[in-house]
């Protein structure tokens, strides 16, 4: 509690199950009611709820402040190097390394496609994302090769991993449009655009609006309407549980709610261009320069560290059709008080202990996500 006001910091110190049973994530707040006596009101703690969410956009040019109340707290800076600024820990995080691969390939309907299981060096952020994966060359004689968008369908956070689809396309949905069928399986949706589509072709559309524990689901494409911008897709159950429903076409609309995001033509890793040896194979939002070899991670990143240790965001987008995001890890240093239920009474870190914001770093996969505004487009 700082200036009167509570701010939960953690929701997943709990113990929640077996005889070490502590309580569920909620606040007790107590208070002085006008009455004069002594009254407490109890309060849930959640990370995101609706439109409430750690993802929003950032102005370029402009220090990037942390959640409330860390820009009240001290800054969590490392230990100091002597001669040079003490480091703030906030960073943000570029790219994820993919240290290993392994493919499978899928039967939809008639048509056939490989999904790609990647293990990273560290936690992957979330799922029903679109990013991108490139060959980032070690050799400064070598460009690296073009970035090809991947969308991640499925990650595990303690694996670390992240499986999803090349692909080479993406079109936004903006809701369910009226169909002539009958079908429960046929579905209509307006469209943001019809490059790359094409009748009988294989799509996937995914729910990228409820953020994680969002659903992706396949379909063949049965018409497009290039005038009206709307798209009639007939879909496909698979898995040993169908989703949808072969009799109650409501029910499917239901299930489809939430659906945004349409992608197509489906690639295999075979079809990423760049160095065959000395790469590094990374998952990003953000692709290095591949003409700009000398500040390739610079040209890609968004942020810069002053002395002081606050996080600028220094560029917007490099081009109008960019769509430029880039997490954020925060840190908070722990006050008096503070109680870590999972350790002991003589066990308790102490005062001014490095903690990772939300969630342990180990597990991380709600990492503040951010997009920098086109006020400068670099």
């Not at 402009?62 to 001290?74: D, F, S």
């Not at 499925?154 to 809701?175: M, N, Q, V």
């Not at 307006?190 to 790359?196: A, D, Q, Y």
């Amino acid at each position: 509690m700082l200036g009167g006001q509570v701010y939960a910091l953690r929701d997943d110190l709990n113990i929640v199950s077996g005889k070490d049973y502590s309580s569920a994530p909620y606040v007790l707040l107590e208070y002085t009611d006008s009455d004069g006596r002594s009254d407490m009101e109890v309060y849930k703690v959640i990370r995101e709820e609706g439109d409430i969410r750690f993802d929003y956009t950032v102005e370029a040019g402009t220090i990037l402040q942390a959640p409330m109340p860390l820009p009240l707290m001290a800054k969590p800076t490392g230990p100091k190097v002597i001669g040079f600024p003490a480091r703030s820990l906030n960073a943000s995080v570029s790219y994820w390394v993919a240290e290993s691969n392994s493919t499978i390939e899928q039967t939809i309907g008639s048509a056939s496609l490989t999904k790609t299981t990647f293990e990273l060096n560290q936690p992957p952020l979330k799922s029903m994302d679109d990013m991108f994966l490139q060959k980032v060359s070690a050799n400064t004689d070598e460009p690296s090769g073009a970035a090809s968008p991947f969308f991640v369908t499925e990650i595990d956070r303690e694996g670390k991993t992240a499986s999803g689809y090349l692909h080479g396309g993406l079109h936004t949905l903006s809701g369910i449009a009226t169909t002539d069928s009958n079908d429960p399986l046929v579905m209509g949706f307006s469209i943001s655009g019809n490059s790359g589509l094409s009748e009988g072709s294989l799509v996937l559309i995914a729910d990228t609006k409820s953020g994680v524990g969002g659903a992706a689901y396949f379909g063949t494409i049965d018409s497009v309407d290039v005038v009206n911008n709307t798209i009639e897709l007939r879909l496909v159950n698979t898995g040993d549980e169908p989703p949808f429903s072969l009799t109650d076409k409501e029910d499917n609309k239901s299930i489809l709610s939430g659906i945004q995001t349409l992608i197509h033509s489906f690639k295999d890793l075979v079809d990423l261009s760049g160095p065959d040896n000395e790469f590094e194979l990374r998952l990003t939002y953000n692709p290095v320069s591949i003409t700009n070899k000398d500040r390739a991670d610079f040209y890609a990143g968004f942020t810069f560290q002053d002395r002081k240790g606050d996080v600028w965001v220094y560029r917007g987008p490099h081009t109008a059709s960019e769509d430029p995001r880039f997490p954020m890890q925060f840190y908070y240093k722990t006050l008096s008080g503070f109680y870590f239920p999972t350790q002991s009474k003589t066990d308790q870190p102490p005062v001014g202990t490095t903690t990772p914001y939300l969630r342990p770093e180990a597990l991380d996969g709600c990492l503040l996500y951010t997009s920098p505004s086109p006020r400068d487009r670099g």
